[in-house]
């Protein structure tokens, strides 16, 4: 018999989520907060419902895509949670960016009442889901990813196994230093070609086949250089830095991209247009 699947939270990636499973034809129960956000995913095929606890009731494995972590405690362990009503063998997939730790403490109060988390980091964004090409970085058992394979499949092409509980999250903070320290490095050699009078065109062509070329650099000024706010990268970083306090390490350049990045990004549209993009 198939596992039946429930998804909680249906903001811009988790709507993207769900809406691969409806096509992959995995039933689905989903919820959010918002009764709008499930209404569009109700008219995919989708059955609503109005708590993570009645998601529990109907579903053998469980994704939740929502932030904070905060909140991620409350729909799998507080009140009308999924705990509460969960058979045992349920699989909760934490999709959400939180501290290591705090998905660890998730993980050994679920595993009382007989529910096991996987930390399931996504990177790839809502283009990355669209494209089913987002990479998951796992953390749990190897069985239960298994199990949980064929619903990282229908949004990600590049699934890893990195570790137990939690080491998902620790390689996605590891990941996220990279592309933010790199994002700061962009900014700054794009604006030396720039103000020396060179075509930033060809300096982007030309990195692509030198040494800086990176993710970030090739996409420069047909993403980067066009983004009009920050969005969640502080908050990012912010998880990031608590985790290195955690290791006991120090991560200066994680915590120079964390004071420049705000400042790299117009605060609107409008000034978009006349701001550098530096």
């Known amino acids: 018999m198939a596992d039946r699947i429930g998804f909680i939270g249906l903001g811009t990636m988790g709507r993207a989520l769900a809406t691969n499973l409806i096509h992959d034809g995995f039933p689905l129960t989903v919820y959010d907060a918002r009764p709008e956000a499930m209404r569009e995913l109700e008219q995919l095929g989708a059955q609503g419902a109005q708590s993570p606890r009645e998601v529990a009731t109907s579903s053998d494995i469980i994704e939740i895509a929502i932030a904070p972590s905060a909140q991620i405690e409350v729909a799998v362990l507080g009140p009308d949670g999924i705990v509460e009503a969960a ?63 064929p619903l990282l499949s229908a949004s990600g092409s590049h699934v890893f196994h990195v570790g137990g509980v939690g080491a998902g999250a620790a390689v996605k903070m590891a990941q996220e230093i990279l592309t933010f320290v790199t994002i700061v490095s962009a900014s700054e050699a794009f604006r030396v070609v720039e103000h020396a009078g060179i075509d930033l065109q060809t300096f982007q062509e030309l990195v692509r086949v030198s040494a800086g070329q990176s993710h970030v650099a090739d996409r420069w000024l047909d993403v980067w250089s066009k983004r009009t706010s920050p969005g969640g990268i502080p908050e990012i970083l912010d998880t990031a830095l608590a985790l290195g306090r955690d290791l006991d390490l120090s991560l200066p350049l994680a915590a120079l991209a964390r004071q420049i990045i705000p400042d790299l990004f117009p605060l609107d549209a409008a000034a978009a247009r006349t701001r550098p993009m530096s």
Do not use: K
Request: aromatic share 2%.
């Open 87 to 149: 058979a045992p063998g349920l699989v909760v997939v934490i999709h959400s960016t939180i501290q290591p730790s705090n998905i660890q403490q998730i993980a050994e109060q679920a595993r009382s009442a007989g529910v096991e988390i996987l930390d399931a980091q996504m990177s790839g964004g809502e283009q990355g889901v669209r494209s089913r090409t987002l990479c998951f970085m796992v953390g749990g058992e190897a069985s239960t990813l298994e199990r949980c394979r």
